[in-house]
């Protein structure tokens, strides 16, 4: 099952990028690149949805819709 999950991502002073949500508590990641920080922040997502699954059955994520928009970042 997909679900749709709005992350922050802000770039640190140390050139680091961190990545939030204020959707599921604990999830923070921080990576050397933005596409490094998005990895770890879906896999620490994945890891705490299954967490809060296994404990409650419920959880009230929004399912990803068939068109949504996506911050795409383009450095150059």
Known sequence: MEQFVNIHIEKLP?????????????????????????????DVARKLIEARTERANTLSLKKVPNVFDYPLIVGY
């Open 14 to 42: 140390e050139g680091v990028f961190l990545a939030t949500s204020d959707e599921i508590q604990g999830l923070v990641a921080q990576g050397r690149t933005l596409a490094e920080t998005l990895e770890i922040a879906r």
